[in-house]
T-cell receptor
Framework: EAGVAQSPRYKIIEKRQSVAFWCNPI?????LYWYQQILGQGPKLLIQ????????DSQLPKDRFSAERLKGVDSTLKIQPAKLEDSAVYLC???????????FGPGTRLTVL | GDSVTQMEGPVTLSEEAFLTINCTYT??????LFWYVQYPGEGLQLLLK?????DKGSNKGFEATYRKETTSFHLEKGSVQVSDSAVYFC????????????FGSGTQLTVLP
């Protein structure tokens, strides 16, 4: 079974630029999560989708971050414009309908200069 | 709100030493508890979990017991190997679920040969 796929693996941009990350969850997983992991900290949930609907986006900085999951499968997370403090690893995870285990992708490491 | 406090690292041990990584939590109700491991350059992997008080999760020689009276879920291994070098994260989720996880800050473990 293929795991959670993410791309790109690394991205370097300058502040005020925009960037987008892509995630393909495990086939059949209805729930998809995006996390932000700042160096030295644990992952922080940004947004949770159930199929193509948003379940929780309470910690998403909506003035600059947006996410979508239009067909209930792949998802994209966008930052526009980026700030220095957005430098982090962005993790995507998915879980089945039972929700008893989250499976994580390898992450995208973003550096904002 | 819910929170997880982990033993600060980094932790450095010799091969075959005994490992304990402390984890305590604050939550309402009866959360599910998890340990995730992150090897260098990889995403988080579920190591073990426990969903109710006094449950013991175990995997790959690692164990953790859900102690409601002390609100703890300490990770232990009797004899660590060099290949156990990684970052370990304690996390909690809603009762019986891995949704909306709250993570601790992580503990870096280095095992020397």
């Amino acid at each position: 079974e293929a795991g959670v796929a993410q791309s790109p693996r690394y991205k370097i941009i300058e502040k005020r630029q925009s960037v987008a990350f892509w995630c393909n969850p495990i086939s059949g997983h209805a729930t998809l999560y995006w996390y932000q992991q700042i160096l030295g900290q644990g992952p922080k949930l940004l947004i949770q989708f159930q199929n193509n609907g948003v379940v929780d986006d309470s910690q998403l900085p909506k003035d600059r971050f947006s996410a979508e999951r239009l067909k209930g499968v792949d998802s994209t997370l966008k930052i526009q414009p980026a700030k220095l403090e957005d430098s982090a690893v962005y993790l995507c995870a998915s879980s089945s309908t039972s929700g008893d285990t989250q499976y994580f992708g390898p992450g995208t490491r973003l550096t904002v200069l | 709100g819910d929170s997880v406090t982990q033993m600060e690292g980094p932790v450095t041990l010799s091969e075959e030493a005994f490992l304990t990584i402390n984890c305590t939590y604050t939550a309402t109700g009866y959360p599910s508890l998890f340990w995730y491991v992150q090897y260098p350059g990889e995403g988080l992997q579920l190591l073990l979990k426990a969903t109710k008080a006094d449950d013991k999760g175990s995997n790959k020689g690692f164990e953790a017991t859900y102690r409601k009276e002390t609100t703890s879920f300490h990770l232990e291994k009797g004899s660590v190997q060099v290949s156990d070098s990684a970052v370990y994260f304690c996390a909690l989720g809603p009762s019986g679920s891995a949704r909306q996880l709250t993570f601790g800050s992580g503990t870096q473990l280095t095992v020397l040969p």
